[in-house]
Antibody
Framework: QITLKESGPTLVKPTQTLTLTCTFS??????????VGWIRQPPGKALEWLAL???????RHSPSLKSRLTITKDTSKNQVVLTMTNMDPVDTATYYC???????????WGQGTLVTVSS | DIQMTQSPSSLSASVGDRVTITCRAS??????LAWYQQKPGKVPNLLIY???TLQSGVPSRFSGSGSGTDFTLTISSLQPEDVATYYC?????????FGQGTKVEIK
């Protein structure tokens, strides 16, 4: 059974760096074809894909946010970490961790974590 | 980058109505198109992938079609539990862009 869970701060100040951790179980990020990514959703708005890291360390980022995003994995801990620099109030959103296999969609989602950016 | 455009942005229909939502990709994506359902306050749920393959457990009143740039999600007989926002997404290659969503309500 695949599960993912996001953790991190619920409140960050403008200009700060956000660090979110996804802790997962039921699969290994060393298995060929497997990836873990992040998607966010501002309150009342649409889903936005952010970043993805695959078993082979291949990383993909949203072009509009690429300069602000870093995604890393720790296979031994079953964790993926997303950092986003220079946070702004428009980055207030629920951030979801998601599971993906190559050529398949995001079929497992974490429960999401609401991050508010405010001074 | 490929853009995904959904229409309409919202719709209101009666229970039992046939509902159709369209998604257009700005370039061809073969059949690497997924549909997600997000009920109010809930996590998005995968409904359909490969444009027309129903995810396990999804009611058969949901169906998908299309290939290339034009795709359709159909609910053959709208039920009260189908009230949700529906998103399409391309997933073959990054960026894995979503459509802007279609909110479905009961009239």
């Amino acid at each position: 059974q695949i599960t993912l869970k996001e953790s991190g701060p619920t409140l960050v100040k403008p200009t700060q760096t956000l660090t979110l951790t996804c802790t997962f179980s039921g699969f290994s990020l060393s298995t060929s074809g497997v990836g873990v990514g992040w998607i966010r959703q501002p309150p009342g708005k649409a889903l936005e894909w952010l970043a993805l890291i695959y078993w082979d360390d291949d990383e993909r980022h949203s072009p509009s946010l690429k300069s602000r995003l870093t995604i890393t994995k720790d296979t031994s801990k079953n964790q993926v970490v997303l950092t986003m620099t220079n946070m702004d109030p428009v980055d207030t959103a629920t951030y979801y961790c998601v599971y993906k296999k190559i050529n398949y969609p995001f079929d497992y989602w974490g429960q999401g974590t609401l991050v508010t950016v405010s001074s | 980058d490929i853009q995904m455009t959904q229409s309409p942005s919202s719709l209101s229909a009666s229970v039992g109505d046939r509902v159709t939502i369209t998604c257009r990709a700005s370039q061809g994506i073969m059949n690497y198109l997924a549909w997600y359902q997000q009920k109010p306050g809930k996590v998005p749920n995968l409904l359909i992938y490969a444009a027309s393959t129903l995810q396990s457990g999804v009611p058969s009143r949901f169906s998908g079609s299309g290939s290339g740039t034009d795709f359709t999600l159909t609910i053959s007989s709208l039920q009260p539990e189908d009230v949700a926002t529906y998103y399409c997404q391309k997933y073959n290659s990054a960026p894995h862009t979503f459509g802007q969503g279609t909110k479905v309500e009961i009239k």
